[in-house]
């Protein structure tokens, strides 16, 4: 028994480490923020963004693009529609802006062919028609403030980046639930920012990244990884990185953030995050892969310490003080992200989530893995 709990706890430490190291890494991030650009501006910018039923979602998104201080006559909007069954064509062929773009995925692929990547082949197909010298991704469910393009332009052009990986939050959240979903995001986009800083295994989020449209087609675009039904975002970085290791990075401003809803029940939320972890195992940065693997069986240590406590009443005090262990040191890593985020309210619902929080992790992980899920009403592996 001493032997198990030693390796669970050396795993712990290893686990601390780590979040004691991206609590460095972010601060180091943030120490000097980026300030937008400021005319005159140079770089032609194509937002690509994938749509499936989103017809709830996609009038505010236009309306954050129509407000965007960037020269309209420098961006051009490519939204695709992802064989949706609602009024989001319609809606998006409403909008009055000459540089809003609708493009059909059906005139380019039929259901027949049934794709396990329907997104990949949105996003690679509107890059084929799109004009920019810049691709910035997002989701059809996101908004952003009017600074937005101009801050990962500024980044793009004074940084020399071939990826840029920005921030993303979750907004509207009006009940536990969303609370809890929107403060786990948060240290997910707290590792992606610190990791970027450290060059340690970097991470990123499709609702909001940027990266050279001739660069896409000189590492292939997809090729090689379009037949994962997730990855558009995170493999295709590691494809970039692989052929410029210096030329990722990550933007650490207010202005850059994009927001996007938290999803409405527990079956979508183990669907979401079942398509995350689905790629876990896929990255060619094993460092990564590494950093996964310490935090799912830290968190599966602990959902089945207290299992085996039922039986052996001995573990409950070496259960609760790894425990303490595992909150002071995720508090650590976590209050700077919140603040930046302004999401620092969140953090009264950090201790009553963390069943949920470690639970869910040992599930998703695993289906992730062995498993197939949803999303958008389709049945992918």
Known sequence: MYILLGMIMALGLVYGFLLVRYRYG????????????????RTKVSVIVPARNEAANIPALLQAFMAQDYPQELVEFIIIDDFSTDDTAALIRACPAPNVRLLQLSDHFSLAQRLNSYKKKAIETAIGISTGALIITTDADCVMGPKWIATIVKCYEEGQAKFIAAPVAFHQENNFFKQWQSLDFLTMQGITGAASALRSGSMCNGANLAYEKAVFYEVDGFKGIDHLASGDDMLLMHKIFKAYPGGITYIASRDAIVYTLPVDNLKDFMHQRIRW?????????????????VFYFWNACMVLLPVAAIFIPALWPWWLWMMVYKLLVELYFIIPVARFFDRSFLLRIFVPGQPFHMLYILVAGW??????????????K
């Open 26 to 41: 972010w601060r180091q991030l943030t120490q000097y923020p980026l300030t937008p650009a400021a005319p005159p501006y």
């Open 277 to 293: 972890s689905s790629k876990a195992d896929k990255y060619d940065d094993k460092r990564l892969t590494r950093v996964l693997a």
């Open 367 to 380: 289906l992730g893995k062995f498993g197939t899920y949803e999303w958008k009403g389709r049945k992918v």
